[in-house]
């Protein structure tokens, strides 16, 4: 989450700034379509799945850190890295759970708005405070999500491979939440609180270091390469723990490297695009956005999430989150 005083110069004009918002969009895009690949497969565990994934990530890391031209390697930003990788091996877990891709993504970036959100408003970890020019706007967006993050919670999906199973239905009809459903929020909510702080690392090398380059696109690599390293950790202790019940599948194999390659396309447009419109603009776009558009994939395609009541709640998540996220957009545009 780049630094809003030291990207605003970068601000040259009206046509950037359409730029800026073309570049949001289309990393919004990548992050809501990044696990449709894997919908169709037996994931299990995810760990395989988010080992070659963050195999992905690194390769594309080190392409983008030769086309800058080998910036200083900060080790402060590997930080960042352990925190994604951390979170990320809780993702395919979730998504194949009840809560599935829609309601997986719109908790944990419903819980990772607000952490990014007050570590950018109140200056956390030893980072600079990021001033709004209205208050009132910027508060009453963040209640607004926090609002949509619980009618989310209240939305019922269909676990993979469990859809004609009507003693299922009948015991989710009489209960919004089950015990494995929470237990799911809780990974969710886990998640979006690592997620939420894994660029804090370079704003902090941005606001305290002599000489730190303002653009958050040449600290990548370091995140990216420390995401794998930490991956390869967790997976190379879950195959010494679950030995031969280790799941490893090579079909899996594919749709993990399009995983891969549409999150970093994501991840580098979002740090390209807040050097446009500014971290108060893109950060709550680049978390809600996707987690709407997973939540229509799983509407429309996958069609997990069905009910007159399911769509009404939904609905209103929906409508609400986005007029939380554009209050928030606009308080620093006012």
């Known amino acids: 989450m780049p630094n809003n005083e030291t990207l605003s110069d970068d601000n040259d004009g009206y046509d950037d700034q359409w730029v800026g918002f073309l570049l949001l969009l289309v990393a919004c895009a990548s992050f809501g379509a990044m696990f449709v690949p894997l919908r169709k497969q037996r994931c299990k565990d995810g760990f395989f799945v988010q080992w070659v994934q963050c195999a992905v990530v690194f390769c594309c890391g080190f392409v983008i850190y030769i086309v800058r031209d080998f910036p200083p390697f900060d080790p402060i930003a590997i930080i ?29 970036t419903t819980v990772q708005i607000i952490v990014g959100w007050c570590i950018a408003r109140f200056g956390m970890f030893g980072t600079k405070t990021q001033e709004v020019k209205s208050l009132p706007l910027n508060y009453i967006g963040l209640g607004l999500t926090l609002i949509s993050g619980i009618l989310f919670v209240m939305v019922k999906g269909e676990k993979k491979g469990h859809t004609n199973n009507e003693e299922r239905k009948e015991t989710t009809s009489r209960r919004f939440i089950t015990k494995a459903k929470l237990f799911y929020i809780g990974l969710a909510v886990t998640l979006g609180l690592l997620h939420g702080c894994m660029l804090t690392p370079i704003v902090y090398i941005q606001d305290n270091k002599t000489g730190a380059s303002n653009h958050a696109i040449d600290y990548l690599f370091v ?66 956005l996707p987690a709407i558009i997973g939540a229509l994939i799983d509407v429309f395609i996958f069609k997990t999430i069905k009910g007159k009541q399911n769509f009404i709640v939904l609905s209103c998540g929906i409508f609400i989150g986005v007029v939380g996220v554009v209050l928030v957009g606009i308080s620093n545009q006012l």
Not at 238 to 243: D, G, I, M
Not at 247 to 259: A, F, I, K, R, T
Request: include cysteine; hydrophobic fraction near 50%.
């Open 80 to 108: 960042g890295g352990f925190l994604y990788a951390t979170g990320n091996i809780f993702s395919v877990p979730i998504i194949e759970s009840e809560l599935g891709v829609g309601l997986g993504m719109l908790i944990w």
């Open 223 to 288: 995140h990216f390469s420390s995401t794998f390293f930490f991956s390869t950790v967790y997976f190379v202790v879950y195959c010494l723990v679950r030995r031969t019940r280790a799941v490893v599948n090579v079909q899996l194999v594919g749709p993990s490297v399009l995983y891969g390659l549409l999150w970093t396309l994501g991840m580098s447009l979002f740090i390209i695009s807040n050097r446009i419109v500014s971290q108060t603009v893109s950060f709550p776009i680049a978390t809600r």
